[in-house]
């Protein structure tokens, strides 16, 4: 029954862009004007802008499809391009950020003060059990996956709250994109790199100005290096990792959305799957060296203040 649902065409089908798309055409606008006024300092500002074009040109393709074939399955292909497209997105924050001053010596202070050490430099170092080590990788390589497992289910089983779900998820990430955009950090992996490992561990926190500008060698990530989990996160890392996007955590904003949606739909299984891995998520990020821990701590914060924002938005107008 679910599986003729998909195919069946619908009576009454969207005419326009989906809320969805237009969270993410928002976001390519603001980029836009940004690109435009800061283009001489940028490095390649002539593919980033073909790029915009690309995500415009393939997101009314998507659209013209829908109206051709108007049913679920081509709306799903829809949702599918914008989450897929969120892999371009993210290096795309580094190529506009970079112009703007780094504030990770500013955020390491904060770690400092709150805890009186780094977290990020001493949890690896604390527990390097290869169990331990994999299950922290397992947690952050299961980000992706807990996203298309919130999605699927509200598409097979909840459609006719779909639109808003994947309205809110998309637009989570535009939101913590335009504060990475603006707000340069780039976390321990980076940060402690370029500052020196041995000034960190004695609460020195440099500031290295435009130093991401023209590097982007990281740390190597901690844990057991033959770890099947451990090779998937920084198979991850080599091809798309870039200084960028440490606070807050989106890892653990999207995540913390995730629960949330799944808590609204009132599925335990759905929820008590999502959780353990929740769990493991905001360890992880700090254990592998990704973020500060106060990274985890604005994601929480966001993710309430950016939720409660979308879904009375989901209200309105999906």
């Known amino acids: 029954m679910v599986i003729k649902k998909i195919f069946e065409i619908e009576k009454k089908p969207r005419k326009g862009l989906m809320a969805f798309e237009w969270a993410v055409m928002a976001y390519l606008l603001f980029t836009l004007l940004l690109i435009m006024i800061t283009f001489t300092k940028l490095q390649n500002p002539g ?39 969120l892999s371009w997105w993210y290096p795309d924050t ?62 097979l089983y909840r459609y006719q709250e779909f639109s808003r779900v994947v309205f809110i998820i998309l637009a989570s990430f535009m939101l913590y994109y335009v504060i990475f955009v603006l707000m340069p950090v780039t976390g321990p992996q980076y940060y402690y790199l370029a500052a020196g490992v041995d000034q960190i561990a004695q609460g020195n926190f440099p500031n290295v100005g435009d130093y991401f500008a023209t590097h982007t060698e990281a740390l190597t990530i901690p844990g057991w290096k033959d770890g099947f989990f451990y090779q998937c996160v920084a198979s991850a890392h080599a091809a798309g990792e870039r200084p960028t996007a440490a606070f807050p955590s989106s890892h653990v904003g999207v995540t913390t959305i995730l629960l949330l949606l799944a808590w609204h739909a009132r599925n335990r299984k759905l929820l008590y799957t999502l959780l353990p891995f929740y769990v493991l998520m905001c360890f992880a990020t700090v254990y592998i060296q990704a973020h500060y821990a106060v990274d985890v701590i604005g994601g929480w914060i966001s993710a309430l203040v950016i939720y409660a924002f979308l879904f009375f938005l989901s209200k309105k107008f999906v």
């Open 47 to 85: 593919e980033m802008l073909w790029g915009r074009a690309q995500v415009v040109i393939s997101t009314l393709a998507l659209w013209w499809v829908y109206r051709m074939i108007p049913c679920r399955l081509t709306m799903m292909f829809r949702v599918a391009l914008q989450l897929i497209l």
């Open 94 to 155: 580094y190529d506009i950020n970079q112009v703007f001053p780094n504030l990770d010596h500013v955020f390491a202070g904060y770690e400092q003060q709150l805890f009186h050490f780094q977290p990020a430099l001493v949890f690896s170092q604390a527990i390097s059990n290869p169990v331990f080590s994999e299950l922290m990788h397992l947690g952050y390589a299961s980000y992706y996956p807990l996203i298309a497992l919130v999605t699927l289910y509200y598409f």
